[in-house]
């Protein structure tokens, strides 16, 4: 085609689409008159008035031709829109709430057309209720009974229903309406004017007032069944001898206001007690002409509405002639060995006595003639020994016997009401004498103490217990809800006391401030422990910064307390105790004590939320042992500890494995469980050293002595001090040649420091920081270190300072270290080591030792990330390398794999995260 002809082509084509435009697609060039109109579904014109419910739509087809726009006039409260596109017409009625609107009229629709044209279209109109429906969903074919008082719901469904009225209700009922739902009360029991049926007529109402049918609610009250039951058999006749006394108990139900009591057979005696649901029968002790050999008592219960219940039937008889023997006890206690004279104080129909049976070790010597009997206790405990029944029968002229029990117990503790005599004889500075066998008190059975309503079971403030408790292997069940702040089995024990052989289960809770609970004792002022095991849980509900909390001791005050072969297993879950630990919540500054064999497999789970627990401790076995002179041996956590500071910049002082603050001589001691922040990527850094083994060492003068201790668990945390063995060592005095000391110690646990809000300071695989003075000897990680820093990290130790010597230690862990722009305060940090990261300006030294482990670091020159060691004042402030490190310990960590980040490439990605 020719360039002119192909303009003129190009120049007809938009003129076509000019003109299907600007005429509603009609791609006719001639633009005619408009047409507008409204079709019924059969497409012809709707002429027949609209009738559409309160707020609903209608659309309708439209056909339309040559249409350039449209108006529309509407009623009152009334929409119209037309889409001429779309070819339709849409009318809204209006809101039935809108009192002002038009339920009728004519919507007007306008049409111009392109050549000017206009069409007109009148829609009638009208606007009605829809259905108004109101039903019940239960069924109301029946009266709706209830008992005197008592409540139910019916359930309604609806629909347009605005509001429903209710009619009067009958006297004495309760109706309240809540939606859909009507919950309808019985009347009480003591209203006399109240209606014992009627109905009541619901009737719903639209927006526009609108009436449907109404829903009738027919009700009617019936007595609850009124019952008394009698808690001891009576469904066979119950014997009765001479002097007999006889109680029984009952349980009625709530609307029983009172027993009517037959009279008593004759000559019997009837004592009945209503409030405590009890009745005496008892029998003369001689037998009179008239006495009625048998008979029965009715009871019959009576409501609040003054109906009788079914009756209950005692059947009783008696037996003129059967013996009746009765000593001066029911119940003795003895020493070991203890010989007791009893004496016949009742003797009826009486011709011979018999010792039947005794205990299992225990004696009687009978002197019938002279109405005694000797009874004597074995000289020593064996067997079931410590309690039991001597039985003896007495026989009467007329062949009749009855076996009389008479229990006899060794001193000691042998059930709950035993339990609840010893302890407070304790309290209240009484002899305890008469629990005492062979100088001790003992435990001779499991007891159940859970009823006890104490929280303290043994012992107040001021009244300790220094004698020697023997558990005999038996279990104490305890349950506790504290309403004051010391809780435990016992309050103190005292300088000298001994608690051996018991096992503790239950559960304590708390929700009061500064609580001090401890599963055996609050507080321990020199005693022993010896062979405990408790699977106490523990739950704390009250977020204060205080108090104490151990699963066998709360706070250790005195010197000389020792704790031997102790184990703990339940769980704890706390929101702001201070100082907690599976085993102890703390020991006093300036005590001596030791602790061996002993050990916590109970998670623990800190939910400190934003509570600030700046001088807090915890930890798996031992809270806090700050300037302490303790000895700690085999002592070791498997349970893991989860925390979290509900991602806030919470601070603690130490949290550990197995120690928070851990200051004295460890040896053989180890932690396998995990010590986790569960706030996880969203954990916010804060002032907390956090360490597998250890939070802290950090009081001048009393430092940390580890022999042959390790951590296998893995640290997760974002703090300032994060550390797989201890987070930091400081505060030891050299000038007193007092170093922290770590010998033969190990870390195998992984190190993740972590978060997507903030970044931590410094962390290493064995300490986070040393201060001061510490010596390293054979010590060693092998755990991954593996976390983001502004400062410092390093294999064995991520910032080492002052007079630190490292002899003989191994990394072989890897390390991989990231660093952000936005959080790197000051040029050359971070810096990166193998072994150890240096700060300061005394001299490190470091010898025999070696690093193997792989090392990636995102720092700012290469020289600032190396694998034996890196110093701070080299990197960041450019002095001279002050470091002592052998050529054994250069050469030994030259082979490791060092690779340097350089700040271009810093990026937020670690492997295997």
């Not at 609040?304 to 008696?318: A, H, Y």
């Not at 103190?492 to 559960?507: I, N, P, Q, S």
């Not at 919470?650 to 004295?664: L, N, Q, T």
Request: hydrophobic residues 40%; proline residues 3%; glycine residues 12%.
């Amino acid at each position: 085609m020719k360039p002119k002809n192909l303009f003129k082509g190009i120049l007809v084509l938009f003129l076509l689409l000019f003109a299907a435009v600007g005429c509603e697609r009609d791609l006719t060039v001639d633009c005619s008159d408009a047409e507008f109109s409204v079709l019924n579904g059969d497409d012809t014109p709707v002429t027949a008035r609209q009738t559409l419910n309160f707020n609903t739509s209608a659309s309708l087809k439209i056909q339309a031709r040559n249409i350039s726009s449209t108006e529309t006039s509407v009623p009152e409260g009334w929409s119209c829109a037309v889409d001429i596109p779309k070819r339709t017409v849409t009318v809204t009625a209006p809101d039935g709430a809108y009192g002002d609107a038009a339920t009728e009229g004519d919507v007007v629709i306008t049409a111009r057309g392109v050549n000017g044209s206009v069409v007109r279209v009148t829609l009638p109109v009208e606007a009605v209720d829809a259905e108004v429906v109101l039903k019940c969903t239960d069924d109301l074919t029946e009266p709706v009974s209830l008992a005197y008082g008592e409540s139910a719901k019916l359930t309604f469904e609806a629909q347009n229903v605005e509001r429903i009225d209710m009619s009067a209700l009958p006297a004495g009922w309760k109706a309240e309406r809540e939606g859909f739902v009507l919950t309808l009360t019985a009347p009480a029991a003591d209203d006399e004017t109240a209606a014992e049926e009627g109905e009541i007529e619901l009737t719903p109402y639209s927006r526009r007032g609108s009436k449907g049918a109404s829903v009738v609610v027919k009700v009617a009250v019936a007595e609850a069944p009124i019952v008394l039951t009698c808690n001891e058999d009576v469904s066979e006749v119950i014997p009765f001898r001479l002097s007999d006394k006889k109680v029984f108990t009952f349980t009625a139900s709530p609307n029983v206001v009172d027993v009517k009591v037959s009279d008593a057979p004759k000559g019997w005696t009837l004592k009945p007690d209503l409030e405590k649901l009890s009745l005496e029968i008892s029998v003369p002790d001689q037998a009179a002409a008239d006495l009625a050999a048998e008979g029965s008592v009715v009871l019959t219960p009576v409501s609040n509405r003054g109906t009788e219940g079914d009756p209950v039937t005692i059947r009783v008889k008696v037996s003129a002639t059967a013996p009746v023997l009765g000593f001066d006890v029911a119940s003795q206690r003895f020493g070991l060995a203890q010989a007791v004279t009893i004496h016949v104080v009742k003797a009826i129909n009486v011709t011979g006595v018999e010792l039947k049976s005794a205990p299992e070790g225990w004696s009687a010597s009978p002197d019938f003639g002279a109405q005694t009997c000797t009874l004597t206790a074995p000289d020593a405990v064996s067997g079931s020994a410590s309690s039991g029944m001597f039985v003896f029968t007495a026989v009467s002229a007329s062949g009749e016997t009855q076996d009389v029990e008479v229990e006899a117990k060794l001193n000691g503790l042998h059930d709950a009401g035993d339990f609840a005599e010893f302890g407070n004889a304790v309290a209240t500075g009484a002899s305890i004498d008469g629990f005492l066998l062979g100088g001790e008190v003992n435990l001779f059975a499991d007891t159940d103490l859970s009823q006890a309503g104490l929280d303290v079971i043994v012992g107040a403030a001021g009244k300790p217990f220094s004698g020697t408790f023997n558990g005999n292997g038996h279990t104490i069940t305890l349950r506790i809800a504290a309403s004051g702040a010391d809780a435990g089995l016992f309050h103190t024990l005292g300088a000298g006391a001994v608690v051996r052989d018991l096992k503790l289960t239950g559960t304590i809770t708390s929700a009061v401030s500064d609580a001090n609970v401890g599963g055996v004792a609050v507080y321990n002022d020199g005693a022993e422990l010896n062979g405990i095991a408790s699977s106490v849980a523990f739950t704390y509900n009250a977020s204060v910064n205080g108090g104490y909390y151990g699963g066998l001791v709360a706070y250790t005050r005195q010197s000389g307390a020792k704790y031997i072969d102790c184990h703990t297993t339940g769980a704890v879950v706390t929101k702001g105790i201070k100082y907690l630990g599976g085993l102890l919540g703390a020991v006093a500054p300036d005590t001596e004590g030791t602790m061996t064999d002993c050990s916590n497999t109970g998670n623990i789970t800190l939910n400190y939320g934003a509570l600030g627990m700046g001088g807090g401790h915890a930890a798996g076995c031992v809270g806090n042992t700050e300037k302490s002179k303790w000895t700690f041996t085999r002592v070791s956590n498997t349970g893991n500890i989860d925390y979290n500071f509900g991602k806030t910049n919470g601070a603690i002082y130490s949290i550990g494995g197995v120690f928070g603050m851990a200051c004295g001589t460890f040896r053989e001691c180890f932690n396998t469980g995990n010590v986790t922040d569960t706030d996880g990527a969203d954990a916010v850094a804060g002032t907390r050293r956090i360490g597998g083994f250890a939070g802290a060492s950090a009081s001048g003068g009393y430092p940390i002595k580890a022999f042959n201790c390790y951590n296998e668990g893995k640290v997760v945390g974002i703090s300032n001090y994060v550390g797989g063995f201890m987070g930091i060592a400081e505060g030891s005095k050299p000038e007193l040649n007092a170093p922290n000391e770590f010998t033969d110690c190990y870390n195998a646990g992984d190190v993740l420091v972590v978060s997507n809000t903030t970044i931590s300071g410094m962390f290493g695989g064995f300490l986070a920081v040393s201060y001061q003075c510490a010596n390293l000897t054979r010590c060693s990680n092998r755990g991954k270190v593996i976390g983001f820093t502004n400062r410092s990290a390093g294999g064995l130790v991520g910032a080492g300072a002052d007079q630190l010597v490292v002899d003989q230690c191994e990394n072989t862990g890897i390390i991989y270290i990231g660093c952000t722009v936005a959080s790197n305060p000051k040029a050359g940090r971070p810096f990166v080591a193998g072994l150890v990261a240096i700060r300061g300006t005394n001299p490190v030294k470091i010898s025999n030792s070696k690093n193997t482990g792989a090392i990636t670091a995102m720092v700012q020159a290469a020289s600032d990330v190396q694998s034996a060691y890196v110093s701070e004042i080299v990197t960041v402030d450019g002095k001279a390398d002050v470091t002592i490190c052998d050529d054994a310990t250069r050469t030994a960590s030259a082979g490791a794999t060092v690779t340097a980040i350089l700040k271009d490439n810093w990026n937020s990605n670690i492997p295997g995260l």
